[in-house]
């Protein structure tokens, strides 16, 4: 089984910066992507960014696109996203997930691992 564990989230102003980071362990997988997710309370779960593994390929939301930066790590499985110039709507439980064969990279039934969920949470 794989299991994928995020960290970096946490309370900030608006206008500041937080890195997550998601890693993956367990039963070794080859993933196509990985990607990130958020869910607002009331809300539905909604696509933030997604990287395929090979090549590096970015794909992002309108809402974040050009203040949030996904990226992959040295160690195979990990993935980072860069949030920048944070605004209170970015408030949210965000969640790692990741793709083991070709999908839609919006859809987050296409993912096949998913994390626990980071807090961010962001005051105005």
């Known amino acids: 089984q794989v299991q994928l564990v995020e960290s970096g989230g946490g309370l900030v102003q608006a206008g500041g910066s937080l890195r997550l980071s998601c890693a993956a362990s367990?039963?070794?997988?080859?993933?196509?992507?990985m990607g990130w997710f958020r869910q607002a309370p009331g809300k539905e779960r909604e696509f933030v960014a997604t990287?395929?593994?090979?090549?590096?390929?970015?794909t992002y939301s309108e809402s974040v696109k050009g203040r949030f930066t996904i990226s992959r790590g040295n160690a195979k499985n990990t993935v980072f996203l860069q949030m920048n110039s944070l605004k209170p709507e970015d408030t949210a439980v965000y969640y790692c997930a990741g793709m083991r064969g070709v999908g839609r990279l919006r859809d987050r039934r296409g993912y096949d691992y998913w994390g626990q969920g980071t807090q961010v949470t962001v005051s105005s």
């Open positions: 367990g039963r070794t997988f080859s993933n196509y992507a």
């Open positions: 990287i395929i593994w090979s090549g590096g390929s970015t």
